[in-house]
T-cell receptor, first 112, second 112 residues
């Protein structure tokens, strides 16, 4: 029972490169979220999904895309990375939108 | 528009004393509140929650107080221990919401 896992744990990109972050959960939760955490900014919601095949924009969606093809996976894509996307990215899952969220360990991304 | 605010970016408390972390909110429709704790290089973990029908909830050394008229909640940690040193986030939700709203976080340091 792994809970919420994130792949990779660390990544360094050059400006303009693309990459995909994977979030996987074995909790059978419907809701999944992608956040970024920056110093002094708290947790900012990028995109979220309320079920398989659905996605919605959060607070800071620009420059990111997401997909939820399977209930257990939520992918976050950066098509053309920018230094402003240097951050720590967290995935979270929940039974519903008002319930406790369970977070993954995070992915530290640096864009040079 | 910051609906959930933690106005103290940091707090330093001596071991054994009480730690009080504060959180203010502006949305009167919020009816469920949570506190999360985050250690460096880890994802946030759920700590304690409170429903708006209560004004206090206790779990061991941790107590959350809710003052609905002031739109204010606080987390009390008694007695504070070195392992409590972390960043604490408060979060809120309203009925039917699809996501939580997080504050910016407060870094708590417990000094021996």
């Amino acid at each position: 029972n792994a809970g919420v896992t994130q792949t990779p744990k660390f990544r360094v990109l050059k400006t303009g490169q693309s990459m995909t972050l994977l979030c996987a959960q074995d909790m059978n939760h419907e809701y999944m979220y992608w956040y970024r955490q920056d110093p002094g900014m708290g947790l900012r919601l990028i995109h979220y999904s309320v079920g398989e095949g659905t996605t919605a924009k959060g607070e800071v969606p620009d420059g990111y895309n997401v997909s939820r093809l399977k209930k257990q996976n939520f992918l976050l894509g950066l098509e053309s990375a920018a230094p402003s996307q240097t951050s720590v990215y967290f995935c979270a899952t929940a039974r519903d939108g008002t319930d406790t969220q369970y977070f993954g360990p995070g992915t530290r991304l640096t864009v040079l | 528009d910051q609906q959930v605010k933690q106005n103290s970016p940091s707090l330093s408390v001596q071991e054994g004393r009480i730690s009080i972390l504060n959180c203010d909110y502006t949305n009167s429709m919020f009816d469920y509140f949570l506190w999360y704790k985050k250690y460096p290089a880890e994802g946030p973990t759920f700590l304690i929650s409170i429903s708006s029908i209560k004004d206090k909830n206790e779990d061991g050394r941790f107590t959350v107080f809710l003052n609905k008229s002031a739109k204010h909640l606080s987390l009390h940690i008694v007695p504070s221990q070195p392992g409590d040193s972390a960043v604490y986030f408060c979060a809120a939700s309203e009925e039917g919401a699809q996501k939580l709203v997080f504050g910016q976080g407060t870094r708590l340091t417990i000094n021996p």
